[in-house]
């Protein structure tokens, strides 16, 4: 089966201070280690990054096989994943897109998404479980049972994933867009340690754990 990633990195970075995909996470860019992850499952990547980093990226990722094509992404998240997909071949089978500020996506959790589609599922999300105790913002208390993170790599059936796309809806993530379009959505066992880099401190926190692999 023909498996393609969309690695969306056009983020501006406004609560890091700068563009968090570009800084340097172990001698290296925080993209770097989130595309060289998906190449684990990967034949094809696309990357979405911004117009003024369109050269730069292609670059600092011209040593990874995969890389077949670096392009700008729009104005929403949604948007970007949607100039990703115009480039993926039409004899892909299964689509995953990451987010290009995870570095620490493991390669057992890139297959593990990949092998629930193989095995029938529509859409496939990693879930992690909620440490803190939470409350609406009215005050109510909320049971952290009954809710849990979605992390990406999220993985989709090929044709889904475009049908979802095809509409100019837009969501936070894919899985949710492809909710909307009709599909079911499964999960898998996420890693805590697959954080998302949002602010500065997550950076030694992530060198943190590369040092532990």
């Known amino acids: 089966m023909k498996i393609w990633t969309i690695v969306v ?6 609560r890091f201070g700068s563009k968090k995909q570009f800084a340097e996470l172990s001698g290296a ?3 770097f280690h989130s595309v060289l992850a998906a190449s684990s499952v990967s034949d094809g990547i696309v990357v979405v990054t911004t117009d003024e980093d369109l ?10 096989e995969k890389v077949k094509e670096v392009v700008v992404g729009g104005s929403t998240r949604s948007k970007s994943v949607r100039k990703g997909l115009e480039q993926v071949p039409q004899n892909c089978d299964i689509l995953i897109v990451h987010d290009g ?3 620490l996506a ?9 092998e629930k589609i193989q095995e029938g599922s ?5 879930v992690v479980p909620i440490a803190d105790s939470l409350r609406s913002i009215s005050g109510e208390q909320i049971d952290r049972s009954e809710v849990v993170a979605i992390q990406t790599p999220q993985a989709f059936k090929a044709t889904l994933l475009l049908k979802a ?9 894919d899985a949710s867009l492809v909710e ?16 998302k880099i949002t602010v500065s401190s997550d950076l030694q926190i992530a060198e943190n754990f590369l040092l532990q692999r």
Do not use: W
Request: no cysteine.
């Open 9 to 14: 990195a056009a983020g501006q970075g406004l």
């Open 29 to 31: 860019s925080v993209l």
């Open 55 to 64: 050269e730069y990226a292609k670059v600092s990722l011209q040593n990874v």
């Open 101 to 103: 500020v995870r570095p």
């Open 106 to 114: 493991s390669e057992k959790l890139f297959k593990s998404v990949v």
């Open 122 to 126: 529509e859409a496939v999300v990693p």
């Open 165 to 173: 796309h095809s509409t100019s809806e837009s969501a936070s993530d």
């Open 180 to 195: 909307l379009a009709g599909g079911t959505i499964d999960f898998v066992d996420g890693d805590v340690r697959n954080l």
